[in-house]
């Protein structure tokens, strides 16, 4: 059986997962926020040993593309591209709110699951999955508000809306209705192994030098308002 390791950097919070076909063997956080490029290597290095797997036997690498984190994406894909050259083993990749979706399916076509993430200021990542696991509308950040439900909440063929990720943690407007179900989750790099196996299985490979990571919007870039130029 195949080991896999999967490696989320969109989030905050940078995690690994090593896993041995789609069994999680085990998973490791960031002891603090916003260290992707100061723990990723080591938080692989710490999950391997751990479990007394070398980097020769593992056969691919899981990755989150986004959305998020403009700089957290960068250090993960470009750990991963190195990994994959120096071990000749493919890269997966994988969106991060239809691996945050995965956790909801059901396989009934009118459950919908909503995927949220945290997309600075009042807006969030989002997009809408059935039971299924089908893509019913592609990522996009909006403003939360009590319009951005309405088509869904007024299908009467809908039973069950989940709300999932860690932008349930933004204030929500009042959406008091039976089909609702708030699910704050995470974003977490065993959240990819129930895509990414499938997807290793079927030999869904990304290009390692072209693939896309799905920034959706462009790097929050603020400028230093300290004088550099001393008189």
Known sequence: MSYLLYIETSAETCSVCLAKGDTVLSELLAP????????????IQEILLNQNVSTTELSGIGLSVGPGSYTGLRVGSSVARGLSLALDIPIITISTLHALASQYFDGNPNTLIVPMIDARRDEVYHAVYNGLGETLTTPVPIIVDEAFLAAYIDDISIH??????????????????SLLQ???????????????????CSHQFADTAYFDLEYIKSPNITTSKKNLLHK
């Open 182 to 200: 708030i699910k704050p989750t995470k974003v977490l790099a065993s959240h990819l192994v129930y895509l990414g196996f499938d997807m290793f």
């Open 160 to 177: 069950t809306i989940i709300l999932c990720g860690d932008g349930t943690d933004k204030p929500l407007p009042p959406l008091n209705n």
């Open 32 to 43: 603090k926020i916003q260290s992707h490029s100061e723990k990723l290597t080591l938080l």
